[in-house]
Nanobody, 126 residues
Framework: QVQLVESGGGLVQAGGSLRLSCAAS????????MGWFRQAPGKEREFLAS????????YYADSLKGRFTISRDNAKNTVYLQMNSLKPEDTAVYRC???????????????????WGQGTQVTVSS
């Protein structure tokens, strides 16, 4: 069992930055692939980034164009999403997810994840 709690969201002006954190509880975090997704009102949940259990491989959505970076600290049971050059269209609820197996490459599809956090709201003003 893995429980995930996101933090770090908030209101930011366009062009600004935020770093989201996802704190995990449970013994399997260090073996879990992790991912970040977002969902804006009226839109489907969108894949953003994922990372393998040891941080050795990462995947990003092409639409991000290098603005976001995923990382993890297994000693702290935490995965991060650094978001730069934020745009109003980045406004959404951001959620982290865990796949409680050692898999590679890291998953990109919703159905591949076993556990989800409740999400943190990110609002980017123009």
């Amino acid at each position: 069992q893995v429980q995930l709690v996101e933090s770090g969201g908030g209101l930011v002006q366009a062009g600004g930055s935020l770093r989201l954190s996802c704190a995990a509880s449970g013994r399997t975090f260090s073996r879990s692939a992790m991912g970040w997704f977002r969902q804006a009102p009226g839109k489907e949940r969108e894949f953003l980034a994922s990372i393998t259990w040891n941080g050795g491989m990462t995947y990003y959505a092409d639409s991000l164009k290098g603005r976001f970076t995923i990382s993890r600290d297994n000693a702290k049971n935490t995965v991060y999403l650094q978001m730069n050059s934020l745009k109003p269209e980045d406004t959404a609820v951001y959620r982290c997810a865990a796949r409680s197996q050692v898999v590679s490459p890291p998953p990109r599809e919703l159905y591949e994840y076993d556990y989800w956090g409740q999400g943190t709201q990110v609002t980017v003003s123009s």
